[in-house]
């Protein structure tokens, strides 16, 4: 305390002088215990909370090696047999511009919705590779007077394991799907088929025998649209009907009525017919008879 001056000797008589040398030896005493406890080294700091890094995090997102989300199937991009999606794809026209069923490409690419697809996720629109199953060996006991069993000759193929009577793929026998005139030819880059004209109600029947793998107004141009597959190789599409007359995953006939013309998503009635091969459209005058 060598620090503080002594009083003057009238302040050590008073009481006043006392209560002031009290004070401040209080509050010197009061300064060091601060000091003590702040360089104590028992002593912590309340936990500060880092605002910048939360507790929770969002889901983790697949990402390579640049930090751009993967979207599925992105490892098979560009491969043969799989198609990236485009902005104003649907299921349905990509089944059309490859040749397949779309419901076929939603269970070869494991879709859970359908009606979900991303921009850049890549699906498989060819058929997977049919697994191989190994056989079991039938071991046999081959003895100097029981030699192994020669191996026998493979069975003939059963009829029902042929092809129909068609023959190949290209070998279909194509009728006209209406009888009016042809309003438009086919041109690649403007008319993806044959307009043919016709009234309200008139038939719209099967070109040639196959299967129903699509019928409704999903497809925007074309409005209530039947899509038949022929085989591995054709598919036909009919559009602007009024009405569908066929479920999806039904077989019809050639020359089976399945629709009725009409104007639907169209500016007058007619008929728009389609044959792709492969999904690639092509001229159906090259295909269907003389009229």
Sequence with gaps: MAAFSSPAPEEHRGGKGTARLALSC????????????????GLSRAPVED???????????????????????????????YYTVKPGDTLIRIGLDTGQ???????????????????????????PEPVAVARPVTSSTVTPGNPAPAASAPAP????????????????AWIWPAQGAVLGGFDEAKNKGLDIAGKAGDAVIASADGRVVYAGAGLRGYGNLIILKHNNTFLTAYAHNQTLLVKEDQSVRKGQKIAEMGNSDADRVKLHFEIRRQGKPVDPAKYLPPK
């Design 51 to 81: 605002r910048g890094t939360g507790m929770t995090r969002a889901p983790s997102v697949a990402v390579d090696p640049a930090g751009v989300k993967l979207l599925p199937g992105a490892e098979n991009a560009g491969k043969p047999g």
């Design 26 to 41: 209080l509050l010197a005493a009061a300064a060091l215990l601060v000091a003590a406890c702040s360089s104590s080294p």
């Design 157 to 172: 193929a059963s009829s029902a394991s042929k092809p129909a009577a068609s023959g190949t793929d290209e070998d279909v």
């Design 101 to 127: 069923n779309w419901r076929d490409i939603g269970r070869w690419s494991n879709l859970e919705n359908p009606n979900l697809i991303e921009v850049g996720q890549v699906l498989r629109v060819v058929p």
